[in-house]
């Protein structure tokens, strides 16, 4: 049996522990608010802008751009991982590892080549090891997120795509549904072909929407070619805010829940103290009334 003076300092120990674990509750909460306002703030005008591309599409008729064509027989893939660079999240890594390593097992074997461009030091860490091809890593853009860096990044993938460097691009990350819930989103982001096919097969209904006649300056080509780039720039940064507030959730949940589980074990050693020091003070009693009855 434990002595007294080592449950007094297990006891000691989870008190330090849920202090540090209230704390970061209460920073990732904190950081949560914040990445939840600025997600919420984005999706409008993501799904505006993208509207807006469907709508010129769609008048236009046939729409040509790089961006747009698909390979006729894809033989490189890139994958991009938006992971964290700290753990103590939770499921929140690795539901995104996990999905990407199936794609690499399942899919990996139909390209010539799978590289991976990771954000977050928990994703390059992982596939570093298991030697995965890792094209670039952006650890740390994370904690100084901001749209400059997110469109760096599109930038520099947009270009091994047009280059010809790899056929198509894929994105895997944490969608942020509510505080407690979280999705693991997997899906080709390159070609952007899906974006104006679904205008033209997916139509809208007359009587809910009506598409008026505009004039394009200088033409609708035109047009395209500036809102095609924006609009993938604006896809990365989407999924870079969806990562960070589901990160901050992931991690707020398990620091809730480290919290309840250091109550938890207080309360039981708490109880394993109170019944070890009662059998204690039991024995030197006895040992007193024993010492007492040989005297006699």
Not at 45 to 59: G, I, P, T
Not at 65 to 76: G, S, V, Y
Not at 92 to 114: A, D, P, Q, W
Not at 132 to 155: M, P
Request: proline letters at 3%; charged letters at 30%.
């Amino acid at each position: 049996m434990a002595s007294l003076r080592d449950i007094r300092k297990r006891v000691r120990s989870f008190k330090s522990t849920q202090q540090i674990t209230k704390a970061m509750k209460m920073v990732s909460a904190a950081k949560l608010r914040r990445a939840q306002e600025a997600l919420l703030a984005t999706r409008p005008y993501s799904a505006a802008l993208e509207q807006v591309l469907r709508d010129v599409a769609r008048r236009h008729g046939e729409v040509t751009h790089a961006l747009l064509t698909p390979r006729a027989q894809p033989k490189r893939a890139e994958v991009l991982v938006f992971t964290s660079d700290r753990g103590l999240a939770g499921a929140f890594n690795s539901n995104v590892l996990r999905r990407v390593t199936r794609f690499l097992y399942e899919k990996g074997s139909s390209y010539e080549s799978v590289q991976l461009t990771t954000v977050g030091r928990k994703g390059f860490e992982f596939f570093r090891r298991r030697g995965v091809t890792i094209r670039k890593d952006h650890q740390g853009l994370l904690g100084k997120l901001n749209y400059q860096a997110a469109a760096e990044l599109a930038r520099e993938v947009s270009e091994e795509f047009l280059s010809g460097r790899v056929d198509e691009v894929y994105v895997s990350f944490n969608t942020f549904i509510s505080a407690i819930s979280q999705r693991v989103e997997f899906t080709r982001i390159l070609p952007l072909q899906e974006l104006v096919l679904e205008s033209v097969e997916r139509p809208p209904e007359p009587e809910k929407r009506m598409l008026s006649d505009f004039e394009y300056e200088p033409s609708a080509e035109q047009v395209l070619e500036q809102l095609l780039p924006h609009v993938w720039s604006l896809r990365i940064w989407h999924g870079l805010l969806e990562s960070v507030a589901s990160e901050h959730a992931a991690r707020m949940a398990a620091m809730d829940s480290a919290t309840n589980n250091a109550d938890d074990a207080i309360d039981r050693l708490s109880l394993l103290y109170n019944r070890t020091r009662q059998a204690a003070i039991t024995k030197e009693l006895m040992e007193i009334v024993s010492g007492a009855e040989a005297l006699k």
